[in-house]
């Protein structure tokens, strides 16, 4: 199928790369997003290969590889600064034939923005609801405008308005049980070599600093917290952040001390619980507005890029029905992310001391670790993935 009037709610990365999918096949995509410009939710972000992967057949690999840096080398050390462990992440790259690409959230929005262009883009449409019939959708925005099409993407987060209508009840977000702090410095402003991921961990927090390119670094915080305490704060961020790690050895107390108090980003982290179905009549769900996930695996937003990328190949190579493309999106999205999910919550317990037996054997576990079994984890995420 080709030339369907394609709206995408949402500007986010998952919406943007919806657009350029779904025009690299033939369609006309639209791109609504309610804030009057764009406003990435966090400071940086992680781009595996399989996220790379789904750039590169957009045309976007020489943006994504001047915008972005590289790791080389990841390392965990203890609360303490005594390095556990530091090894090569060259066996994933030989594996999977492509670099991470750890970038700023609004560097690699700037890049999709600028490739879907100012024609295909609407700002500052807030969308109120949805309807659908058996050939057409709606959406409805805010300043009582709508607008119609043959189909209706959903990429509006983890907050989405569409999806109680798509499921058919309320579909609440759940705690995972840690804030996490995150934000963007200077990368010659702490103690770590180019191209290193370093992460310091110990009684279920950790501080971890990664090299996002144009001379910049993305250093985020984690703290356990109980859930009313972490909805209302008593200290100010960088209180909480001082309060929780003052004790830790250097760099940690010289990075707090520089950060910028305006830019730092105070996030409650959340999960979804499994949605189904993901799509009703001609609205379909993408990205966290149908499986947002503990960040602990980085592949949030990669699977967003996944879920673009098979979304539009099913309407191009489908020739049955638009419902028949969306049922092989939903048959091959489903069960990939639900255990992207849970892999990641997984691991976001080991790291935040849900157990913290299991936490302190992790940390035992991680002195002199050869970073097999974390490089193992790594591919997996990217074979089993669409694009390999």
Known sequence: MRGLRV???????????????????GQEPVVFERTEQFRPAGAGISIWPNGVKV???????????????????????DADGRVLTEFALEPLYAATGQWARPIARAELQGVLAAAVGPESVQLGRSCVKVSSEQSTAVAWFSDGSSFECDLLV???????????????????????????????IAEDEFLCATHLWKTWAGGGKRVSVMPIGRGAAYVFFDIPMPAEEAAN???????????????????????IDRLDAARLNRVLIHELPMVAPWFRDRVVLMGDAVHAMAPDLGQGGCQALEDAWVLAHYLATTDRSVTDALRRYQEERAPRTAEIVRRARKRSDLTHAVDPAATAAWYRSLDGDSGQGTIAGLIESVVTGPCR
């Open 154 to 184: 959903a990429a509006d987060g983890i907050h989405s308005k569409i999806r109680p209508w798509v499921a058919g009840h309320p579909v609440e977000r759940q705690y995972v049980g840690y804030v996490n702090f995150n934000t963007i």
């Open 233 to 255: 704060p008593v200290l100010s961020a960088v209180e909480e952040l001082e309060k929780s790690f003052g004790d830790w050895a250097d760099p940690i107390g010289g990075i």
């Open 55 to 77: 750039l590169c057949l957009l045309g976007l690999g020489d943006r994504l590889a001047e915008s972005s840096s590289r790791i080389d080398h990841m390392c965990y050390a």
């Open 7 to 25: 709206g995408i709610i949402g500007g986010g990365l998952g919406g943007l790369a919806a657009a350029l999918a779904l025009r690299e096949t």
